[in-house]
């Protein structure tokens, strides 16, 4: 409604910073997460990896309450979508998959933040520098080899997250309610 009869806002340099923040942090959380996990005793391998009492798992609890809240700088997405007028691009899958993931997140966070939610977390993360990667390329119009691999990508982090899940729910590793 706001931008109803108002021309587009040309905040491009405002998309380039978010763009690179979106890259950096999430190779951050990627990095160290990974980190975390190969660091601890621990880890016995990718699937089901919960730690024990006093393990110290604590740091990966916050790389994912820093990844969770960061659902909430990505709605910034559909701001600067509905600011420049492009208004196709906010889908209900759009909304839906955002608003979703803040509340599967949070309740991660407040659920079992530790253990082996890093997973989920740090291939969102990795697929996350993929798209932002991407996104700064494309507004500095310089051609992206894998472009055309993106919805391939995510598609791929779908099933593998979900399999994972299931994975550790079926080990007894995270509680049904997740």
């Not at 890093?118 to 798209?131: D, E, K, L, Q, W």
Request: net charge positive; hydrophobic share 45%.
């Amino acid at each position: 409604k706001f931008m109803e009869n108002r021309q587009p806002y040309n905040i491009k340099p405002f998309i380039f910073t978010y763009n690179l923040y979106q890259c950096i942090l999430n190779m951050w959380c990627v990095c160290a997460m990974v980190y975390e996990i190969y660091s601890n005793p621990w880890f016995t391998g990718v699937w089901g990896n919960t730690p024990q009492q006093g393990s110290g798992g604590f740091r990966i609890a916050f790389l994912v309450w820093i990844h969770y809240n960061n659902k909430y700088v990505e709605l910034l997405d559909t701001l600067f979508m509905i600011l420049r007028k492009k208004n196709n691009q906010i889908s209900f899958l759009h909304c839906y998959h955002h608003v979703l993931l803040i509340w599967a997140w949070f309740l991660v966070c407040k659920i079992e933040a530790g253990g082996d939610c890093y997973f989920g977390a740090t291939v969102n993360s990795a697929v996350h520098v993929i798209m932002y990667g991407y996104y700064t390329l494309a507004l500095l119009n310089i051609p992206c080899p894998w472009k055309k691999w993106i919805t391939n990508i995510q598609m791929l982090q779908f099933t593998v997250c979900f399999t994972h899940s299931c994975y550790v729910l079926y080990k007894g590793n995270m509680p049904w309610t997740l």
